[in-house]
């Protein structure tokens, strides 16, 4: 199987800073990584797919980056809105695990 | 627009077997490239990717789970079932269905549903 590890765990950020999450293949997986934003009590929902494409109305504050192992989700500018946890997510082989996630305080 | 939904009993008995079932609509799974994935995530912890079924009718499974869980599709009523047997209270967990798109990534989940197990 394929381990994803996301790093930090948890991180406090104040309006406006520029936060960045990292998440990191045990194997090397290409560009399949994609990234979700789950809210309190909702659904995850998709954020960035393939490492660098911007799903359809996501703000453009969020952006992938990352190739083969080594993958990062930055935030330009924290809003208060962006109160959630994010998820990783290997879609390059079966089992297509999700990394632990990285719970972002406000 | 994509939307799915899960339905089943919100309380199982362990041992017990659980049918979930995922009703969509907005695409077709006879489509090149679909999918529909099941997610599960027990109360305060992480995504679990539990199992996916393609166009193709091809299956995949957590190998944790592999020898409890069994995923179909009905393309004429637009649904996929899950079925997990021998559940435990550690099953007890918001189950979500999602559509995979060509892509590999998740486009679209449902609202989940949450699925207690306890005697």
């Known amino acids: 199987d394929i381990q994803m590890t996301q790093s930090p765990s948890s991180l406090s950020a104040s309006v406006g800073d520029r936060v960045t999450i990292t998440c990191r293949a045990s194997q090397r997986i290409s560009n399949y990584l994609n990234w979700y934003q789950q809210k309190p009590g909702e659904a995850p929902n998709l954020l960035i797919y393939?490492?660098?494409s911007l799903q359809s109305g996501v703000p453009s504050r969020f952006s992938g980056s990352g190739s083969g192992t080594d993958f990062t989700l930055t935030i330009s500018s924290v809003q208060p809105e962006d109160l959630a946890t994010y998820y990783c997510?290997?879609?390059?082989?079966?089992?297509?695990?999700f990394g632990q996630g990285t719970k972002l305080e406000i | 627009q994509i939307t799915l939904k899960e339905s089943g009993p919100t309380l199982v008995k362990p041992t017990q077997t659980l049918t979930l079932t995922c009703t969509f609509s907005?695409?077709?799974?006879?489509?090149?490239?679909?999918?529909v994935g099941w997610i599960r995530q027990p109360p305060g912890k992480a995504l679990e990717w539990l199992a996916l079924i393609y166009w193709d009718d091809d299956k995949r499974y957590s190998p944790s789970l592999k020898s409890r869980l069994t995923i179909t599709k009905d393309t004429s009523k637009n649904q996929v079932v899950l079925t997990m047997t021998n559940m435990d209270p550690v099953d007890t967990a918001t189950y979500y269905c999602?559509?995979?798109?060509?892509?590999?990534?998740?486009?679209?989940w449902g609202q989940g549903t949450l699925v207690t197990v306890s005697s």
């Open positions: 393939a490492a660098s």
């Open positions: 999602a559509h995979r798109r060509a892509d590999g990534d998740f486009g679209v």
């Open positions: 997510h290997q879609s390059y082989r079966s089992p297509y695990t």
């Open positions: 907005g695409f077709s799974l006879t489509t090149s490239g679909v999918g």
